[in-house]
């Protein structure tokens, strides 16, 4: 393959925001500028780390990414290609989506295996929904006894029995699905203990690698902050306050990054 070419690929371009802004209670007294003509290029398997004060546009930020908020202004692409008409439900064929509470991703009163038939049909994940009941029960088996969690053997389980941890490992692999590019995770661990927050980045980490995903993780755990993402990017009152990527952010120390928020 010629230099050139290649390059291009290395540096192709997943998501692009241009002049997004955002207003909540537009023409009341109440009115907050959530995003403030948001522009920014995340190139494809870009791993971006937000971090910033409560209320300064992060889940907003996700959200017009994923399409579950339309923005006022400006214009979402995937690929290069417009997507702001496209609905969320259509744009979750790309993208993967885990939140802070482990009870969003999954239904509690339906099973392991079935909240995996329902992911598999939102998705429309090919393998998992072509099959007999048998090899998708077996599919789902060998997709759970990836994450060690010991629930091979019990995807006849109801999800809502689970630990927070058990059901965001599930959650985290039920999103990432075969069609997936982009991972969206809102504060993944902010409900979980230190262990279990630890494996499930670990986790994270793993699933992000295996599928070349470009990922955007908004988090206030400054240490994960440092040891993960190849760029970080700080919001404040709706803007975006820093943007570091290479040496700039391998170079970062914890010190740094609470002294943004002095
Ligand atoms: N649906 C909404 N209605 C009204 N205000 C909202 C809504 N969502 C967010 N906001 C406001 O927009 C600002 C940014 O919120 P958010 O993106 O949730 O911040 P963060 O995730 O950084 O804490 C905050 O002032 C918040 O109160
Ligand atoms: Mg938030």
């Known amino acids: ?14 998501i692009e925001l ?5 207003t909540f209670n537009t023409g009341s ?7 403030k003509d948001i522009n920014l290029t995340i190139q494809q398997k870009e791993f971006v780390v937000v971090v910033g004060s409560n209320g300064s546009g992060k889940s907003t930020f996700l959200n017009i990414i994923a399409g579950s908020q339309k923005p006022d202004h400006g214009k979402i692409l995937f690929e290069n290609k417009e997507v702001n008409k496209l609905h969320e ?6 993208i993967a989506r885990i939140f802070q509470n482990p009870l969003m991703g999954t239904a509690p009163e339906l099973t392991i295996l079935e909240n995996f038939r329902l992911a598999a049909l939102r998705t429309k994940n090919k393998t998992l929904t072509i099959g007999t009941k048998n090899k998708f029960r077996e599919t789902v088996r060998e997709k759970v006894s990836m994450l060690n969690l010991g629930l091979e053997n019990k995807v006849d389980q109801l999800m809502g029995t689970l ?14 699905m075969d069609d997936a590019k982009i991972l969206l995770m809102d504060e993944p661990a902010g409900a979980l203990d230190p262990k279990t ?7 994270a980490k793993k699933i992000i690698d295996d599928f070349g995903l470009t990922t955007v993780l ?4 400054m240490k994960d902050a440092i040891r993960y993402g190849s760029r970080i990017i700080q919001m404040a009152e709706g803007t975006i306050k820093k943007d570091l990527t290479g040496d700039e952010k391998m170079n970062l120390r914890l ?7 002095d």
């Open 163 to 176: 630990s927070g941890g058990q059901r965001q490992a599930l959650t985290l692999q039920m999103a990432v």
């Open 197 to 203: 927050s630890e494996t499930l980045m670990t986790l």
């Open 18 to 22: 241009r002049n997004i802004s955002k």
């Open 89 to 94: 439900y259509q744009r979750s064929n790309w």
């Open 1 to 14: 393959m010629n230099l050139e070419l290649r390059n291009f690929e290395l540096f192709k371009i997943m």
């Open 29 to 35: 007294a109440a009115k907050i500028s959530a995003l």
């Open 218 to 221: 908004v988090t206030h755990q």
């Open 255 to 261: 010190q740094d990054i609470y002294a943004w928020f």
